[in-house]
């Protein structure tokens, strides 16, 4: 399932707050993707709490952002192919050899 544009906020005096709790009901819970998801005032989308009911549960949980990149030459014009490269802020994926699909 694809959860788009979501935002998961902490409320005032949380008790035991987590971002999601997975696996209460007794099913498995496979391919859940959250694309482009905000956190505020103090959510963390790593604060996810997986509580396997069966053994044998399966979960699968997948966070996605779009990266929208625009490379300028150093008079400010776009540089249509440009190649550049992207690194997580925790540096656990790196993406190297994006092309700028539109420019000058």
Do not use: C
Request: glycine content about 8%; aromatic content about 10%; hydrophobic content about 40%.
């Amino acid at each position: 399932m694809l959860f788009k544009s979501n935002t998961f906020v902490v409320g005032e005096n949380p008790v035991d707050y987590h971002v999601m709790l997975v696996g209460v009901a007794g099913h498995n819970t496979t391919n859940e993707t959250f694309l482009d998801t905000r956190v505020e005032n103090g959510a963390d989308l790593d604060d996810i709490l997986l509580v396997p009911t069966y053994p044998d549960s399966n979960y699968s949980i997948y966070i996605k952002w779009y990266l929208a990149v625009a490379v300028k030459t150093a008079w400010g014009i776009l540089s249509r192919g440009a190649l550049s490269s992207s690194v997580t802020p925790r540096a656990r994926r790196r993406s190297p050899g994006l092309r700028a699909a539109t420019g000058g």
